[in-house]
């Protein structure tokens, strides 16, 4: 009977993948919304009709998403594509994280809020859902040097966030007096250098390896059995995966001189993946936190997305970006999900005291983030692209 269930339900999302791509296309909303709106229809909160089963492979299937994400992020990081961009990528990318934290923590203090509860939750504003954002990306027609930009600036963000977190985690921990309050900052730190060794080491190799078993053409079976390795090692060494995963892509993408083209097989199979993991993601909110939100929680929203727009805009300005970048990058980068909450869960056993707070704030504010951030999204893709053209014709 379970193997029944299992498969009647995993056959039912795989379908509802092409019903969403299709609505995508013809409403307003992006697909990654539209799976999570189904998957809080037939989850927990109302019909609860996903098998348990589901639930308990739902942390290994968004691992495996992220890892792809993560592996397809890192491969448009290359030197051809940030030549003419890279000064944008790295100011937009670093003014937005720091700025976004800087407006969340200020103007949560300014609101009465505790100094150590504050910079927590600024550090967890400044990191984005990359997996929202890719998805929203892939699935427009119309490929723009924005959306390069874009996806080469979301690649860069979760780092500058978990150094972010690192700093604050070790501010708080002075503050409350605690005598290691460098380990987090040493653990984080850890957690990024290793990663990035980790793509690096396995980057290398693959770069000259891959593609040649069919001169040229790297396969699927390939790119997939390094991502995965990838993933596994990164957890086996208590390492960032999805830093892992985005230099193993970038490495090779910049290495692998003899390939015809990248990865773009592994694109065909992620799609199912990520179907999987935002209905499972959509599942599993639980809209009993959204009444212990509160003054702090909607100011939270608000100061970040405020902090996501002026801190691209200011970015934008250092780095002579256009009109349209400015205004709009910050707009595409609302969407947030799980490296806040991941943060938050490690905020939570440093302190404690401050665990059912930050955890309600975080938690209510992704089912936020997660449902109007794609949006956002595509409206940012779509008055760019709209204003590309009409210069163009100018």
Same mark, same amino acid.
């Given at each position: 009977?379970?193997?029944?269930?299992?498969?009647?339900?995993? #056959?039912?999302?795989?379908?509802? #993948?092409?019903?969403?791509?299709?609505?995508?296309?013809?409403?307003?909303?992006?697909?990654?919304?539209?799976?999570?709106?189904? #998957?809080?229809?037939?989850?927990?909160?109302? !019909?609860?009709?996903?098998?348990?089963?589901?639930? $308990?492979?739902?942390?290994?299937?968004?691992?495996?998403?992220?890892?792809?994400?993560?592996?397809?992020?890192?491969?448009?990081?290359?030197? $051809?594509?940030?030549?003419?961009?890279?000064?944008?990528?790295?100011?937009?990318?670093?003014?937005?994280?720091?700025?976004?934290?800087?407006?969340?923590?200020?103007? !949560?203090? +300014?609101?009465?809020?505790?100094?150590?509860?504050?910079?927590?939750?600024?550090?967890?504003?400044?990191?984005?859902?990359?997996?929202?954002?890719?998805?929203?990306?892939?699935?427009?027609?119309?490929?723009?040097?924005?959306?390069?930009?874009?996806?080469?600036?979301?690649?860069? $963000?979760?780092? +500058?966030?978990?150094?972010?977190?690192?700093?604050?985690?070790?501010?708080?921990?002075?503050?409350?007096?605690?005598?290691?309050?460098?380990?987090? @900052?040493?653990?984080?730190?850890?957690?990024?250098?290793?990663?990035?060794?980790?793509?690096?080491?396995?980057?290398?190799?693959?770069?000259?390896?891959?593609?040649?078993?069919?001169?040229?053409?790297?396969?699927?079976?390939?790119?997939?059995? /390094?991502?995965?390795?990838?993933?596994?090692?990164? !957890?086996?060494?208590?390492?960032?995966?999805?830093?892992?995963?985005?230099?193993?892509?970038?490495?090779?993408?910049?290495?692998?001189?003899?390939?015809?083209?990248?990865?773009?097989?592994?694109?065909?199979?992620? +799609?199912?993946?990520?179907?999987?993991?935002?209905?499972?993601?959509?599942?599993?909110?639980?809209?009993?936190?959204?009444?212990?939100? #509160?003054?702090?929680?909607?100011?939270?929203?608000?100061?970040?997305?405020?902090?996501?727009? @002026?801190?691209?805009?200011?970015?934008?300005?250092?780095?002579?970006?256009?009109?349209?970048?400015?205004?709009?990058?910050?707009?595409?980068?609302?969407?947030?999900?799980?490296?806040?909450?991941?943060?938050? @869960?490690?905020?939570?056993?440093?302190?404690?005291?401050?665990?059912?707070?930050?955890?309600?704030?975080?938690?209510?504010?992704?089912?936020?983030?997660?449902?109007?951030?794609?949006?956002?999204?595509?409206?940012? /893709?779509?008055?760019?692209?709209?204003?590309?053209?009409?210069?163009?014709?100018?």
């Amino acid at each position: 009977m379970q193997s029944s269930q299992f498969l009647l339900t995993l #056959g039912g999302i795989l379908l509802l #993948g092409l019903v969403t791509s299709h609505l995508g296309r013809i409403t307003f909303l992006p697909r990654v919304t539209l799976l999570l709106i189904f #998957g809080i229809i037939i989850g927990k909160e109302m !019909l609860d009709i996903i098998p348990t089963v589901f639930f $308990d492979l739902f942390e290994t299937l968004a691992n495996m998403a992220l890892l792809m994400v993560g592996f397809l992020l890192g491969g448009k990081l290359t030197m $051809d594509s940030l030549r003419c961009s890279a000064g944008k990528v790295l100011w937009i990318s670093l003014s937005t994280a720091i700025i976004t934290t800087i407006i969340v923590t200020l103007g !949560l203090i +300014w609101l009465g809020t505790a100094k150590e509860i504050a910079i927590l939750l600024g550090c967890f504003a400044s990191a984005t859902a990359p997996a929202a954002v890719l998805d929203v990306v892939m699935e427009s027609d119309d490929k723009t040097p924005f959306q390069n930009m874009l996806l080469s600036i979301v690649a860069l $963000d979760d780092i +500058w966030a978990l150094m972010l977190f690192a700093i604050g985690i070790a501010l708080v921990s002075t503050f409350n007096g605690h005598a290691d309050n460098l380990s987090p @900052l040493l653990s984080v730190t850890k957690e990024i250098t290793g990663a990035i060794l980790l793509g690096i080491l396995l980057g290398l190799p693959s770069a000259y390896l891959t593609g040649r078993i069919k001169p040229g053409q790297p396969i699927l079976m390939e790119a997939l059995g /390094l991502v995965f390795v990838c993933g596994g090692l990164a !957890l086996w060494f208590n390492v960032s995966f999805l830093i892992a995963s985005m230099v193993l892509g970038a490495v090779i993408a910049n290495f692998a001189k003899h390939h015809e083209y990248p990865f773009h097989s592994i694109e065909g199979i992620e +799609w199912p993946f990520m179907v999987i993991f935002f209905v499972l993601a959509g599942a599993t909110l639980e809209f009993s936190s959204l009444t212990e939100i #509160g003054l702090i929680g909607i100011a939270y929203i608000l100061f970040r997305s405020a902090g996501k727009i @002026l801190g691209a805009r200011i970015g934008g300005q250092f780095a002579n970006a256009d009109q349209a970048t400015k205004k709009w990058m910050g707009v595409a980068l609302l969407p947030q999900a799980g490296v806040a909450i991941g943060m938050a @869960l490690v905020a939570s056993n440093h302190f404690p005291e401050y665990s059912q707070l930050l955890l309600s704030i975080v938690i209510t504010s992704t089912i936020f983030f997660e449902l109007i951030g794609p949006v956002f999204t595509r409206l940012a /893709l779509n008055r760019t692209h709209h204003s590309k053209r009409k210069h163009a014709k100018q």
